[in-house]
């Protein structure tokens, strides 16, 4: 079993800024990949950014420039810094964790998601 906790959404003024972390723990041998999903009211699920085990990282363009991914894997943590936030990145915010149990076996996880809300 894998548990990811968000953390750090809220309510944010447009230009501001926030900061998501998010948390993976049981049973873990490895993690491949980390990333944040949104979802808007109406919309699907989208890619915001993922990084890999490797450092790599991906962004929609959407935020390229504006949010940064980063992990810390000592504490299985990825983090999304988010800069000059507009009212387009009003959304649900999902971790999402990919790699390996101490099983040998792959996981594939959501967490349970954070809003986050850009308003004046």
């Known amino acids: 079993q894998v548990r990811l906790v968000e953390s750090g959404g809220g309510l944010v003024q447009p230009g501001g800024s926030l900061r998501l972390s998010c948390a993976a723990s049981g049973s873990i041998s490895s993690i491949s990949t980390m990333g944040w999903y949104r979802q808007a009211p109406g919309n699907e699920r989208a890619l915001v950014a993922f990084?890999?085990?490797?450092?790599?990282?991906t962004y929609a363009d959407s935020v390229k420039g504006r949010f940064t991914i980063s992990r810390d894997d000592e504490k299985n943590t990825v983090y999304l810094q988010m800069n000059r936030v507009n009212v387009d990145d009003t959304a649900v915010y999902y971790c999402?964790?990919?790699?390996?149990?101490?099983?040998?076996?792959?996981?594939?996880?959501w967490g349970q998601g954070t809003r986050v809300t850009v308003s004046s």
């Open positions: 999402h964790s990919e790699g390996t149990t101490v099983w040998g076996t792959i996981y594939n996880y």
């Open positions: 990084i890999t085990s490797g450092g790599n990282t």
